[in-house]
């Protein structure tokens, strides 16, 4: 029933930037805590991003502190993920996610999307 679907990934060059979105149905985005998590071949999924319920409270991975920003817009049920000056080892599959409150965002969250992919090409 819950669906988080993930747009605007591709394939760009370092120092490029992108933004993700993510768009939730099922559900009522602004009661819940929200997120991107991201895989990169063969490795484990990472945390990279979670926002809380009205976005007074933001939380990053220190890989990317500092260059992504995590938004969101309840009015249109909907997560953003800001990628600038992308690096190749940002390459990888972004997944949006939700969870109840911002720290079980960042470990176990409670609904995934289908993932976009982002590449980044030196």
């Known amino acids: 029933q819950v669906q988080l679907v993930e747009s605007g990934g591709g394939l760009v060059q370092a120092g490029d930037s992108l933004r993700l979105s993510c768009a939730a149905s099922g559900l009522t985005f602004s009661s819940y805590a929200g997120g991107w998590f991201r895989q990169a071949p063969g490795k484990e999924r990472e945390f990279v991003a979670a926002?809380?319920?009205?976005?007074?409270?933001?939380y990053y991975a220190d890989s990317v502190k500092g260059r992504f920003t995590i938004s969101r817009d309840n009015a249109k049920n909907t997560v953003y993920l800001q990628l600038n000056d992308l690096k190749p080892e940002d390459t990888a599959v972004y997944y949006c996610v939700a969870a109840d409150i911002l720290v079980v965002v960042t470990t176990k969250p409670f609904y995934w999307g289908q993932g976009t992919q982002v590449t980044v090409s030196s």
């Open positions: 926002i809380s319920w009205t976005g007074g409270a933001t």
